[in-house]
């Protein structure tokens, strides 16, 4: 059973378009948000995280749109550039929990020049 | 050190044989992971461990699969009569206290690779 679902898969993009990736969740303990890139090779680094108080963040070209009552969560990548070209997983957990995030399968990003 | 650090970068065994990966964490750092990334599968949590606590075991897929942590820092993660199913990229990861919103250093991994 995947608790975190993301779609799509893969992505191409033209560079200066925006990137959505999408995730759905089943699990309401979950209170913790995160995005993950994965560059070829390197372990995942964490790019941007929210919390479910707040509907959205952003921090520079990326934002994270939250949607408690549909238990989805999305990062938009604005003005994608070649070097986004990654893979991107989103994850999730719960303060008091296993304190262990969970991971969504992961989507690969490709911006063409 | 800079970062989480994982040994080897790349492992190849045949099928039956048995492999340890190792992973140092960032210094101080009292909570380590690992996961296994395989082809399309996102990533698997395996094994946690936090301080003196004992190690959450829930996702090792089977007793073939151990994880151990000297002296609250380095770990090694043992697969015992490896299977070609085990192959996969190996991630440690480490973060400060181990709580749920907390960034997760991750290493670079280890590509295991089983004929």
């Known amino acids: 059973q995947q608790q975190v679902k993301q779609s799509p898969q893969s992505l191409i993009v033209q560079k200066g378009g925006i990137s959505i990736i999408n995730c759905a969740y089943e699990n309401t303990a979950f209170d913790y948000f995160p995005w993950y890139q994965q560059f070829p090779g390197k372990g995942p680094a964490l790019l941007i995280a929210i919390r479910p108080d707040v509907s959205e963040k952003k921090e520079g070209r990326f934002t994270i749109s939250f949607n408690k009552s549909a238990k989805q969560f999305s990062l938009h990548i604005m003005d994608s550039q070649p070097g986004d070209s990654a893979t991107y997983f989103c994850?999730?957990?719960?303060?008091?929990?296993?304190?262990?995030?969970?991971f969504g399968k992961g989507m690969k990003l490709t911006v063409n020049p | 050190g800079a970062g989480v650090s994982q040994s080897p970068s790349n492992k190849v065994t045949e099928k039956g044989k048995d492999v340890e990966l190792r992973c140092d964490p960032i210094s101080g750092h009292t909570a380590l992971y690992w996961y296994r990334q395989s082809l399309g599968q996102g990533l698997e949590f395996l094994i946690y461990?936090?301080?003196?606590?004992?190690?959450?075991k829930s996702g090792l897929p089977s007793d073939r699969f151990s994880a151990e942590r000297t002296g609250g820092s380095v770990s090694t993660l043992t697969i015992q009569r490896t299977q070609q199913e085990d192959s996969a990229v190996y991630l440690c990861?480490?973060?400060?206290?181990?709580?749920?919103?907390?960034?997760?250093?991750f290493g670079s991994g280890t590509q295991l690779s089983v004929l």
């Open positions: 994850a999730a957990s719960a303060q008091g929990g296993s304190e262990k995030l969970v």
């Open positions: 461990f936090q301080g003196n606590s004992a190690p959450d």
């Open positions: 990861a480490s973060s400060s206290t181990g709580q749920s919103n907390e960034k997760l250093f």
